[in-house]
Structure formats: structure tokens, C-alpha cells
């Protein structure tokens, strides 16, 4: 019965033995996952990673906000219209591109390849944006494929 009670108690040394060394490694790998989520999530460090994407990012908005913000225009100026009273040959030259082109076409071209130039750019800013916000913040691909698939759907 003795030898019993000293096997028995072998076996829970051995166990606590094995749970606290269970528990140690648990407790290093949670100090190293808060560790990774907070570099995920301090911007310093991803700014150092992603310097083109952040960049992007920041352009991206600001080309926004300054969309958002800048006063609207009833009438512009044709490309070729200048705003100041013209010298002499600049007139000459102004009404020889209006004789050829009395509709502005080569204006209104330059402005339409401006702003496809300026949606290109705004596009592959905001893909960038969300690839790294994908990578940054976990659940952010999945949000953004439902938003699509909600969008798609209407």
C-alpha cells in the first residue's frame, strides 16, 4: 500500500513537473503574440515596412480631400484661353490652335487624359491602401470581399 501511495504521488510530481513546463511555454508564446500584435498594429514600424503603400495611402487621401474641398467651377477656362491678356505672337498662335480646333477637342482630350490618369492613380493607391490595411489588421480581406460581394449583388 506504501509503494502504492509513493507511485501515485511520483506521478502527480511528474505531472506538475510537466504542466508547469506546459504553462511556461504557453506564457513565452502569448508574450510573443502580444509582442507581433503590437508591432502590427504601431504605425512606425509600418511606415518603415511599406514606405511606397503608406505613401500611396497619403496621397490618396489627399488627392480626396482636396477633391472634397476644392470650390467647384461653373465654367473653366479653355486649355488654350489664357488668363492674362496675351503678347502679340501668343495671340496669333492662340487663334491658329482655335482656327484649327474651334471645339477645343485637344482640350477637352488633355482634361479627359487627366482624369484618367488621376482615377488610375487613385485606384492602385486605394488597392494598396486596403492590401496593406489586409495585412495589418486581421478580418480586413474578409470585410472587404463582403462589402464587394454586397456591392456586386445590387
Do not use: C
Not at 34 to 53: P, S, T
Not at 110 to 135: I, T
Amino acid at each position: 500500500m506504501e509503494t502504492d501511495a509513493r507511485a501515485l504521488e511520483q506521478v502527480v510530481v511528474t505531472q506538475r513537473r510537466e504542466l508547469g513546463r506546459n504553462l511556461d511555454a504557453l506564457q513565452d508564446e502569448a508574450r510573443a503574440l502580444v509582442d507581433e500584435a503590437k508591432a502590427l498594429v504601431d504605425w512606425r514600424q509600418q511606415f518603415r515596412k511599406h514606405v511606397g503603400a503608406t505613401l500611396a495611402v497619403a496621397a490618396t487621401v489627399g488627392v480626396v480631400v482636396g477633391m472634397a474641398t476644392a470650390p467647384r467651377r461653373r465654367h473653366q477656362r479653355p486649355l488654350f484661353a489664357p488668363a492674362v491678356a496675351p503678347e502679340p505672337a501668343l495671340r496669333r498662335a492662340t487663334s491658329v490652335v482655335r482656327a484649327i480646333d474651334p471645339q477645343d477637342r485637344a482640350g477637352r482630350a488633355v482634361g479627359e487624359l487627366r482624369d484618367g490618369v488621376v482615377d488610375a492613380l487613385v485606384g492602385l493607391a486605394s488597392a494598396k491602401a486596403v492590401e496593406l490595411l489586409g495585412r495589418v489588421l486581421p478580418g480586413f480581406n474578409d470585410q472587404v470581399a463582403r462589402g464587394r460581394a454586397y456591392s456586386g449583388s445590387r
